[in-house]
Structure formats: structure tokens, C-alpha cells
């Protein structure tokens, strides 16, 4: 698959059949996320990479917008560290790419996925840390459930070009 039909067949999808995604596999999607751009090549990401089964179900519990959680394969959290990290400029363009870096490396793989966003609505993490045990100065940014679909799934169109955004200025 190239990168434009990689782009153009992602779809965020919220139910996923019961197979285990490979360890390596987690490993390689969270790793492309680690080759995103960084705005003065900070780096300000860390990742939390959750397959336990009972953790799952309590995040889905405790996020409004998560319920897909209890039949992920895997999920990874991506976080930055706020003490370490002050200057906040472009913390949320720098997570995002590296979010969206994750999930087209997981379409590539055939795992489809979701993004669940928590950065900067304060009221959706703070039981999450709690249910992990991750220190309260991690900040999730995004949430990604991944897993498997039906070979037979079938993709829902997307009308996404809308020619009159494009401006050309020649
Ligand atoms: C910043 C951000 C936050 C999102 N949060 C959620 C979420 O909490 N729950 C969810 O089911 N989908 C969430 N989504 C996924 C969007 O609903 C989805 O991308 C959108 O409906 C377009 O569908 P597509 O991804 O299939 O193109 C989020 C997407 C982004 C970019």
C-alpha cells in the first residue's frame, strides 16, 4: 500500500473481531510515532502500550467516548511529561503528528484504530492515571485502540475533497 491509498482507506473503526495483535507489531506502530516531526525537535513524547484485558475494561468504564476499549487489541497512550515540558506552543501539533504517524502505520499493518482524544479536556483523564498507575504529571494526549475487522468490512465512503478550500495563489 503506498502512503496516499494508506491515507485515503484509513477509517476510524470502534469494533474489532478477538485476535491478538503481535507484540512487535505494537512496537513498530508505536516506534513510527517516534519518527513524527517535533517542533524544535523536542520530542516530548512518551508512550503507555496497554493489551491487559481488565485495565481495558476499566478505561472503557471511565471514558465517555471510549467504550470501544473492551474489544481492543491493544492500546497505546500517548503522553508528554508537564514538569519536564513547559512550553506548551505546539505540544498539541507535535502529539498529533505523532498520533496520526501511529495510525496509518497501523492501517499499513491491517490493524485499524481509532484516535480517542483527551489533551486538553482536563476532565476526561484523571482517573485514567489512577486505573494504569502512571505518575499524576503525565499527560495523555490522545488514546489509540487498535485491533482487528472482518476481512469483509466495508468501508464507509468519505467525502473529503472539497475543491472549493483549495486556494491556489500562482
Ligand atoms: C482530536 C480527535 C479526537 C477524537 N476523539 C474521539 C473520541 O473520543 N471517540 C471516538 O470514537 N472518536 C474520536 N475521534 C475520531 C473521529 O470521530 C473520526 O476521526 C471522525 O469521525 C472521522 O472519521 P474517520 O477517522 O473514519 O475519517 C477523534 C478524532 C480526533 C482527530
Known sequence: MNTLECIKTR???RDYIDKKIEKSDLAEIVESGM???SAHNQQPREFYIITDK???NALSENLEFGKMLTTSGGVVLVCFDKNKYTDMDFIQSDLGACTQNMLLT???KGIW???IGV???NNRDHKINEILNIPQQTEIFSIISLGY???SLSLRDKKCVFPEKIHWIE
Do not use: D, F, M
Request: aromatic content about 14%; overall charge neutral.
Open 11 to 13: 477509517r476510524s473503526i
Open 35 to 37: 519518527y513524527a516531526p
Open 54 to 56: 481488565e485495565k481495558l
Open 106 to 108: 497501523a492501517h499499513e
Open 113 to 115: 484504530s481509532v484516535w
Open 119 to 121: 489533551y486538553p479536556l
Open 149 to 151: 475487522q472482518s476481512p
